[in-house]
């Protein structure tokens, strides 16, 4: 293994903790940055080892301010300056921890204002739609009330005095004599003159 990364069960071996336990405090946007994965183990890059760690430790640190109510005074100067050394590296995990939360919180509300902005958009869409579906409903309603007043008109009997011409009786044509109107001809004389 690479000294700068760790397995999951590494990890969890020097916390004292299990492997479902770190799965478990890891969220998945934290998983994709800290964890790659090599054959069929997940590696753990220092970053968030340090992160893992951090957690855990806030974890035990309140258990044990909990159950205990006093503090351990540091017994020489050289345990106070190892406890003082441990203060500042954990403080610089924990600004570590903080700028990645910042950076995520961040991302968070950018991602949160492209939706907003896409809502809305959205929703001005629906407006428009049902405006135009309204408008077509209302111009569907004046055909249909003009397409009924036609079919009225030309239903309804005329009343102004004027005769109605139909195909089934044809006004006569003025130019006929009275002669061939009486006499019918004849088919059988028909060459015969």
């Known amino acids: ?30 998983r ?5 994965k090599k054959g069929n183990r997940f590696l753990v890059n220092e970053i968030g080892q340090d992160a893992i ?28 300056f190892e406890n003082d050394n441990l203060k500042r590296s954990d403080f610089n995990h924990l600004s570590e921890i ?14 949160k204002s492209q939706h907003f902005k896409q ?23 004046e055909y249909k009330a003009e397409i009924k007043d036609l079919k009225a ?11 109605e011409v139909t195909p089934d009786k044809q006004p006569e044509p003025e130019n006929s004599t009275p002669d061939s109107q009486l006499k019918p001809k004849k088919w059988w004389r028909f060459g015969k003159s």
């Open 32 to 36: 994709k940055q800290w964890f790659s």
């Open 98 to 111: 903080i700028k990645y939360q910042n950076a995520q919180i961040e991302d968070l509300k950018e991602t």
């Open 119 to 141: 809502l809305t958009q959205m929703q001005n869409l629906l407006d428009q739609q049902q405006r135009l579906a309204l408008q077509d409903k209302q111009l569907l309603e």
């Open 53 to 80: 760690k951090a957690m855990f430790s806030y974890d035990i640190n309140n258990r044990k301010s909990k159950t205990e109510n006093t503090e351990k005074q540091p017994e020489s100067k050289t345990e106070n």
């Open 1 to 30: 293994m690479s000294e700068n990364f760790k397995t999951i069960r590494e990890l969890a071996e020097e916390l004292g903790v299990s492997k479902t336990a770190i799965n478990k405090k890891v969220s998945d946007s934290e």
């Open 153 to 163: 008109l030309t239903m309804a009997p005329r009343d102004d005095g004027e005769k």
